[in-house]
């Protein structure tokens, strides 16, 4: 790791928090589209469930280090719950899973990869965090086995494409806007006199 990737600098975490903000804020508006296709059966609802991983992977790709991901997560479903979602406080326990196995992805990469395939896995894990949270409450155990395939397949590519292919492209778009500048500038000299 170069030095630029140890430690999280103080104007990491507001950059992260930002964008917590900002998807806890997408998180509230996302529900009711969510909840809709809820409505038309066969777990249609799940392919657009990977939208509640993406500030994990957006974070990740801006920032670029150890523990951002799980920040991030936590910190948009807390930016969720206080403005009403109503999932209740469980969602601070999906928050914190689901960063949790997005992390353990970028940890496996050792925190040098920032490309398409590492953030598809990434959204992939916290998928699979999701439903064994799921799992764990006990709703989705009855299901007969085709239904849980579909639910898992659907909320997988969900994860997959949101996480990964679009999030991914969002970034590369911010960056260029110049943007992630601030976060990720050429030099480490300039990285070091962010927060001086």
């Known amino acids: 790791m170069n030095d630029m990737s140890k430690g999280l600098k103080l ?25 809709f296709l809820g409505g038309l059966g066969l777990h249609i609802d799940q392919l ?33 719950l206080i403005l009403g979602s109503p999932y209740g406080v469980e969602l601070l326990i999906y928050g914190f899973l689901q960063g949790l196995f997005a992390e353990l992805v970028f940890f496996a990469v050792r925190y ?8 598809s ?6 998928a699979a965090a999701s439903l064994l949270f799921d799992w764990y409450k006990g709703y989705i155990g009855d299901l007969e086995a085709w239904n849980l395939a579909l639910m898992i397949g659907f ?42």
């Open 11 to 35: 104007t990491d975490i507001l950059v992260t928090f930002v964008i917590a903000i900002v998807f806890g804020i997408v998180y509230q508006l996302w529900t009711p589209f969510y909840e």
């Open 48 to 80: 657009s469930y990977g939208m509640w991983f993406i500030a994990a992977t957006v974070a990740y790709l801006i920032i670029r280090k150890p523990g951002v991901a799980l920040l991030a997560e936590l910190a948009a479903a807390s930016g969720s």
């Open 112 to 119: 040098k990869r920032y490309d398409i395939l590492v953030v």
């Open 121 to 126: 896995l990434a959204g992939a894990a916290s």
């Open 155 to 196: 909320r997988t590519i969900s994860a997959i494409v949101i996480c990964g292919v679009f999030a991914y492209f969002l970034v590369k778009a911010l960056e260029a806007t110049g943007v992630t500048n601030l976060v990720r500038p050429a030099s480490k000299e300039d990285y070091d006199a962010l927060d001086k």
